[in-house]
């Protein structure tokens, strides 16, 4: 079984900054996708960005892109969304998210592990 615990999350000011961390453990990550989500109130939970662990390819949803980088560290069996120029629609509950298997993907269904989440509010 895998477990994903993120961290980091907060109150921020418009235009700020924030790192997220998702520690994973339990299992061996290399053919793992990684990935990050986000849900707001009252809205679907949505793509952010996604890496592989392996060869730490990304891939952004467009309205990120440019702001936000997801990093992993093996060593630390830890994979990071940093966000940048924050705004207020990037509040939400952000969720770290594994798939077993490539090729990634930005649906939801497909992934097969979640963390609880982390709370980001981003103030105007």
């Known amino acids: 079984q895998v477990q994903l615990v993120e961290s980091g999350g907060g109150l921020v000011q418009a235009g700020g900054s924030l790192r997220l961390s998702c520690a994973a453990s339990g299992r061996t990550f290399s053919s793992y996708v990684m990935g990050w989500f986000r849900q707001a109130p009252g809205k679907e939970r949505e793509f952010v960005a996604t890496?592989?662990?392996?060869?730490?390819?990304?891939y952004y949803a467009n309205s990120v892109k440019g702001r936000f980088t997801i990093s992993r560290d093996n060593a630390k069996s830890t994979v990071y969304l940093q966000m940048n120029s924050l705004k207020p629609e990037d509040t939400a509950v952000y969720y770290c998210?594994?798939?077993?298997?490539?090729?990634?993907?930005?649906?939801?269904?497909?992934?097969?592990?979640w963390g609880q989440g982390t709370q980001v509010t981003v103030s105007s």
């Open positions: 890496i592989y662990w392996s060869g730490g390819s990304t």
């Open positions: 998210a594994a798939k077993r298997y490539a090729p990634r993907t930005t649906m939801v269904n497909e992934y097969d592990y």
